[in-house]
């Protein structure tokens, strides 16, 4: 079981810029994909970024590559994952989860992921 815990929400204002964080703990090295999410106010959970663990293949959703940049630290003690959010508008306004899979090819979303932390909210104001 992998716990995952998102951190770096807030208020932002549009065009502004904002990091979120993703702690993984437990069985971390059955981890081999994950991805940030986000579910809008009355909408679906849908993928944003994805990557593959290892050779750091990435997936983007093609409304949020350029503004946005996954990465993750694979430190031999933690197993991190980040969402760099740049030039934001509101309606990036959202709840933004972390998930996880042991599935390597589960980055690219074909297939929902195993675990998901929270989930951290982002507000963007006119």
């Given at each position: 079981?992998?716990?995952?815990?998102?951190?770096?929400?807030?208020?932002?204002?549009a065009g502004g810029s904002r990091r979120?964080?993703?702690?993984?703990?437990?069985?971390t090295l059955s981890v081999y994909s994950?991805?940030?999410?986000?579910?809008?106010?009355?909408?679906?959970?849908?993928?944003?970024?994805?990557?593959?663990?290892?050779?750091?293949?990435?997936?983007?959703?093609?409304?949020?590559?350029?503004?946005?940049?996954?990465?993750?630290?694979?430190?031999?003690?933690?197993?991190?994952?980040?969402?760099?959010?740049?030039?934001?508008?509101?309606?990036?306004?959202a709840v933004y989860y972390c998930g996880?899979?042991?599935?390597?090819?589960?980055?690219?979303?074909?297939?929902?992921?195993?675990?998901?932390?929270?989930?951290?909210?982002?507000?963007?104001?006119?």
């Amino acid at each position: 079981q992998v716990q995952l815990a998102e951190s770096g929400g807030g208020l932002v204002q549009a065009g502004g810029s904002r990091r979120l964080s993703c702690a993984a703990s437990g069985r971390t090295l059955s981890v081999y994909s994950m991805g940030w999410f986000r579910q809008a106010p009355g909408k679906g959970r849908e993928l944003v970024v994805g990557i593959r663990m290892g050779d750091g293949s990435t997936y983007y959703k093609p409304n949020y590559e350029g503004r946005f940049t996954i990465s993750r630290d694979e430190s031999k003690n933690a197993l991190s994952l980040y969402l760099q959010m740049n030039n934001l508008e509101p309606e990036d306004t959202a709840v933004y989860y972390c998930g996880a899979s042991r599935d390597s090819t589960d980055y690219t979303g074909q297939r929902d992921f195993e675990s998901w932390g929270q989930g951290t909210p982002v507000n963007v104001s006119t």
